[in-house]
């Protein structure tokens, strides 16, 4: 794990509103039709971080956040963050049993979700249902759009936030075992931040149009809080709607897109749908990250729009590590260079560093990287290796690359792991494995991801089962079990799974193989 000379007075909720005591009137987010100035959002989050105060939250509670992207949910994290407590954000369209396995692990003192999603906690297990005194619906909160009279110090509720006091706990499947909470502390989440200001120029006149969900880094971190920080403003939408994009893009309502590679796609095809030509050129950075971008996709959004698009790469665990540099070459089919204030090196399979044009595995540090995940002392410490010249750790990312030696620039590989990647969300095989395994009849299932044109990668589930087993049975359990983009497109039924001599399922021939359903293996 990482260490820490002394703790430092950073506190996130601070850097986030610091526009908001330099000039309160501009706009910091418009949603659902309304626009929200940064003394707005800090005058409503700091009503609500009161409300919650008064309410019991303590300093360190975890808070769990289950809402589609909307103005109060941008509120009630803010409201998290300056209570001191520990921001959980999930996908409002996980099951049960999805939210369960995070209010064990995490055991929040408070969820808030959208009204709709009120009865998932009712369904909870009286032991996970346990640490959660109160469920809150979002819109009963009392959030007003009051202009905040902005207090001298915004850490006045409470003891100054030291930059290892945890602001962030993001579930994510991480390399091996089920899905983890990545620590992330104050000082973290401002080092991501800093980072991206520094390479992406970010400037309090920057738009961006963020149709990304904010229950993940990527939408939460790298778009809505650099924006909030920087004193920009955030265009939020519901969910992404390629012709509507195309729409306020063209007409200068954003100067930034960010995006991962199935929202590029979708946009090539409006694009091309369209007879005449389209002006993006208000827009001044188009970034895709979370999943490659295919060389071509880069290539037919350069045809439509004259644009290239700045790719980068970065994990839940580090935030962004990589990037095509904003004023130099973005070379397709590369993540670019290390960002402000990140080391990346590429290392043998015993941790030996490898020369420019070598294959290995890409391990970073900085202070954008995370402590360690949430109660696994174990995993952590496996994430990390020491630096033999007795610097900070490195963390291994499990990704697999090469450094250009002419260019510098770094290329994505591979995962040394089996996570599936499909439109930009993380798919754990075992997780999907272990749902199926639950179903009677099913004696072994094996979860490999396989191309798909859309979302890059889907899943697809090979099984062993007795007797009959039909289709739909099989659907209708994942869909009881499985938010909609772990579900696998496509069941393959087997005698057997492919094993080698050691007893190990290799997946590898089950992603090259093309067997449809029912087809017994020969
Ligand atoms: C939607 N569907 C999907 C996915 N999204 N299936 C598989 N994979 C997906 N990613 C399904 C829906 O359930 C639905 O199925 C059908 O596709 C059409 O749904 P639609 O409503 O049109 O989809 P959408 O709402 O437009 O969503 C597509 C999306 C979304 C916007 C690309 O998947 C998305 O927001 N992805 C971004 C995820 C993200 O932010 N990742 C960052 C992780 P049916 O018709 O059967 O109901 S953070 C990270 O990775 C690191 C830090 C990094 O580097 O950024
Ligand atoms: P997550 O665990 O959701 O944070 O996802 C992080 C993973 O997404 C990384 O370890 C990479 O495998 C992948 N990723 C992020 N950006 C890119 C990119 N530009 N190209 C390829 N993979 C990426």
Redesign the pocket.
């Known amino acids: 794990m990482r260490e820490m000379s002394g703790p430092e007075a950073v506190d996130l909720y601070s850097r986030l509103t610091r526009a908001a005591r330099r000039s309160p009137g501009s706009p910091a987010l418009h949603a659902d039709g309304r626009s929200v100035t940064h003394g707005e959002l800090a005058g409503a989050s700091a009503a609500l971080a009161r409300q919650l105060a008064g309410w019991g939250l303590r300093r360190g509670d975890r808070v769990l956040l289950l809402a589609a992207n909307r103005a109060e949910l941008v509120v009630g994290q803010l409201a998290v963050l300056r209570a001191g407590a520990v921001l959980v954000p999930l996908n409002p369209?996980y099951t049960r049993r999805e939210v369960a396995h995070v209010v064990a692990d995490a055991e929040p003192r408070l969820a808030i979700c959208d009204r709709e999603r009120l009865p998932i906690f009712d369904q909870l297990a009286t032991v996970e249902r346990r640490s959660i005194e109160e469920v809150l619906a979002l819109d009963a909160l009392a959030i007003s759009w009051v202009p905040d009279a902005p207090e001298p110090e915004a850490t006045t509720l409470r003891a100054p936030l030291a930059a290892d006091d945890l602001a962030l706990l993001?579930y994510?499947s991480g390399t091996t075992g089920r899905s983890k909470g990545a620590r992330l502390g104050h000082g973290n989440v401002v080092a991501m931040i800093e980072s991206l200001h520094a390479a992406w120029a970010w400037s309090e006149r920057d738009v961006l149009l963020l149709?990304?969900?904010l229950?993940?880094?990527?939408?939460l971190?790298?778009g809505l809080m650099s924006a909030l920080a920087a004193g920009a403003s955030v265009r939020l939408e519901r969910?992404?709607?390629a012709a509507a994009t195309v729409e306020a893009l063209s007409a200068g309502r954003a100067t930034l897109f960010f995006?991962?590679p199935?929202?590029y796609g979708?946009l090539v095809e409006e694009l091309e749908r369209r007879r005449t030509a389209v002006d993006l050129s208000a827009v001044r950075l188009f970034v895709s990250?979370?999943?490659p971008l295919p060389t071509e996709l880069f290539e037919a959004f350069r045809a439509a729009t004259g644009v290239e698009i700045l790719e980068?790469?970065?994990?839940?665990e580090?935030?962004?590590l990589l990037g095509n540099p904003l004023g130099g070459p973005r070379l397709p089919g590369t993540v670019g260079v290390p960002l402000p204030g990140v080391e990346a090196r590429l290392v043998d399979p015993l941790g030996r560093p490898l020369a420019d044009g070598e294959e290995g595995e890409i391990e970073v540090r900085g202070r954008n990287v995370f402590s360690g995940y949430w109660r696994a002392p174990e995993k952590s410490a496996a994430s990390f290796r020491a630096d033999a010249a007795g610097g900070a750790p490195w963390f291994r990312t499990g990704d697999l690359g090469r450094r250009d030696p002419r260019t510098g620039h770094f290329t994505l590989l591979g995962r040394a792991s089996e996570l599936i990647?499909?439109?930009?969300?993380?798919?754990y095989p075992r997780e999907v494995e272990e749902v199926l395994l639950a179903l009677p009849g099913v004696r072994e299932a094996a979860v490999v991801g396989e191309p798909?044109p859309?979302?890059g990668e889907?899943p697809v589930a090979f099984l062993v089962a007795d007797g009959e087993l039909a289709p739909t049975e099989l659907e209708e359990h994942c869909r009881r079990e499985l938010?909609?983009?772990?579900?696998p497109?496509r069941f393959v039924r087997l005698d057997a799974l492919p094993r080698n001599a050691l007893g190990k399922v290799e997946k590898r021939r089950l992603r090259e193989s093309e067997i449809p359903y029912n087809r017994r293996s020969p």
């Open positions: 369209a993001l994510t149709a990304l969900p229950f993940h880094l990527h939408g971190v790298v969910r992404f709607d995006g991962v199935t929202l979708r990250g979370s999943a980068r790469y970065g994990m839940t580090t935030g962004m990647l499909s439109g930009g969300f993380n798919v798909h859309e979302f889907s938010a909609p983009f772990k579900r497109r």
